[in-house]
């Protein structure tokens, strides 16, 4: 199993709405990621955790509450969300002990519309 | 980390070989080279890694001169499939940071 899924596959919610994004793998990757791309735009980097510990936060508001429960889970928590957070939402994993010196697997994204 | 260079755009007809040269100047000695592809509201998708000289698999080959400070990722013939934008990540440990891109037309 080489997939990366992300739940749900698009969300709207409103402004006042607190919402949560899913990624599950189970490749037994410990390096999970949070990247957020704007149309036409390069994914940014928001998050990294490693063995389900936060290592990498890229100066993210904090209305984006990242979460590794366990080492095949990686949610996002939204609250008090604006319009201009609307984009594509990639979850990726890989192996942590070569870093990023190997392959990352992506999930298709969530597509986040903030209304 | 260091900072990459592509065209922002290319066309090439369907059955061509296409070369896409990204620079970065300044990688550090440990870093690789990936090459991601992505097609529209899709997550990126891994082409090829190497790390100096030249790398080849099923899909595309990469080449990597002796000062590394650039890398040319080769598609051979080219299909309509192929349309898509291709990143170069000069990669350190644990970030992944996405440069700009080449988005690549492919004209039947």
């Known amino acids: 199993d080489t997939e990366v899924t992300q739940t749900p596959k698009h969300l709207v919610m409103g402004m006042t709405n607190k919402k949560s994004l899913k990624c599950e793998q189970h490749?037994?990757?410990?390096?999970m990621y949070w990247y957020k791309q704007k149309a036409k735009k390069p994914p940014e980097l928001m998050f990294v955790y490693s063995y389900e510990k936060l290592s990498i936060n890229e100066s993210v508001p904090s209305r984006f509450s990242p979460e590794c429960p366990n080492s095949s889970l990686l949610n996002l928590h939204l609250h008090a969300l604006q319009p201009e957070d609307s984009a594509l939402y990639l979850c990726?994993?890989?192996?942590?002990?070569?870093?990023?010196?190997?392959?990352?697997?992506f999930g298709q994204g969530t597509r986040l519309t903030v209304v | 980390l260091a900072k990459t260079t592509q065209p922002i755009s290319m066309d090439s007809y369907e059955g061509q070989e296409v070369n896409i040269t990204c620079s970065h100047n300044n990688i550090a000695t440990n870093d690789y080279i990936t090459w991601y592809q992505q097609f529209p509201s899709q997550g990126p998708r891994f082409i090829i890694q190497?790390?100096?000289t030249k790398v080849t698999n099923e899909v595309a080959s990469l080449f990597i001169p002796a000062d590394r400070k650039s890398s040319t990722l080769s598609l051979p013939r080219v299909s309509l499939s192929d349309t898509a934008v291709y990143y170069c990540l000069p990669g350190g440990y644990q970030k992944v940071t996405f440069g700009t891109g080449t988005k690549l037309q492919v004209i039947p």
């Open positions: 190497g790390y100096k």
């Open positions: 490749m037994g990757h410990r390096a």
């Open positions: 990726a994993s890989s192996q942590e002990d070569r870093g990023l010196n190997t392959e990352a697997f």
